[in-house]
């Protein structure tokens, strides 16, 4: 089945900073890579994705790269603010078997003032 | 509003005493899924569901069960709960997880067994 590796687990940077967190996936299947933000306490939201037909999608201070050929992902956050500290999920799945969504392990972003 | 309801928030509970957490959601989704999370492991698929009576394991299935009666409920149930269950349970919907759209969360179950 698919394997999803998530690096780092743990990240501080400045505010203001930009902070990148990166992914790699095992099964070449896959074809929809989601991130999730999880505050303290709280419930993972989607917060991006990005298809296997598209090599990078941007909003606002996110966005997402991916390169199919090498199998990995990153999520990229530029001028870092307090209130992007929390953990930070990336996910793999794919078309023919689409309930099913392997996690990464999470990495805590902490973004001090 | 659309949601993802599970119910209850927190439980405690005693080996071997059977239980169910309740999972509904409002959007008309068609996939549903429960997750549970632990410490540096992340978000672990337990079971999901395609549609109606379609249920298929996720990657730690055991000592779980499901049921999809209704497009709406996806309950989830530990017939004879062990201390190693004891986690956090995600419960999730989506119009179609694998390729355009990421899973709705509830807020979540922490259940202890002692």
């Known amino acids: 089945g698919e394997n999803v590796e998530q690096h780092p687990s743990t990240l501080s940077v400045q505010e203001g900073d930009s902070a990148v967190i990166k992914c790699t996936y095992s099964?070449?299947?896959?074809?929809?890579f989601p991130w999730y933000k999880q505050e303290l306490g709280k419930r993972p939201q989607l917060i991006i994705d990005i298809r296997s037909n598209v090599g990078e999608k941007k909003d606002q201070r996110i966005a997402v790269t991916l390169n199919k050929t090498a199998k990995h992902f990153s999520l990229h956050i530029t001028e870092t603010q307090p209130e992007d500290s929390a953990v930070y999920f990336c996910?793999?799945?794919?078309?023919?078997?689409?309930?099913?969504?392997?996690f990464g392990d999470g990495t805590t972003l902490t973004v001090k003032p | 509003e659309a949601q993802v309801t599970q119910n209850p928030r927190y439980l405690i509970t005693v080996t071997g005493k059977k239980l169910t957490v309740t999972c509904s959601q409002n959007?008309?989704?068609?996939?549903m899924s429960w997750y549970r999370q632990d410490p540096g492991l992340g978000l672990r698929q337990i079971y999901y569901s395609m549609n109606v009576e379609v249920t298929d394991k996720g990657d730690v299935p055991e000592g779980y069960k499901v049921s999809r009666k209704e497009k709406r409920n996806f309950p989830l149930i530990l017939e004879s709960p062990s201390p190693n269950q004891t986690s956090l349970y995600f419960c999730?919907?989506?119009?179609?997880?694998?390729?355009?759209?990421?899973?709705?969360f509830g807020s979540g179950t922490r259940l202890t067994v002692v």
């Open positions: 996910a793999a799945s794919q078309r023919t078997n689409a309930g099913k969504s392997t």
């Open positions: 959007m008309n989704h068609e996939y």
């Open positions: 099964d070449s299947a896959s074809n929809y």
């Open positions: 999730a919907s989506s119009f179609l997880p694998g390729t355009d759209y990421g899973y709705t």
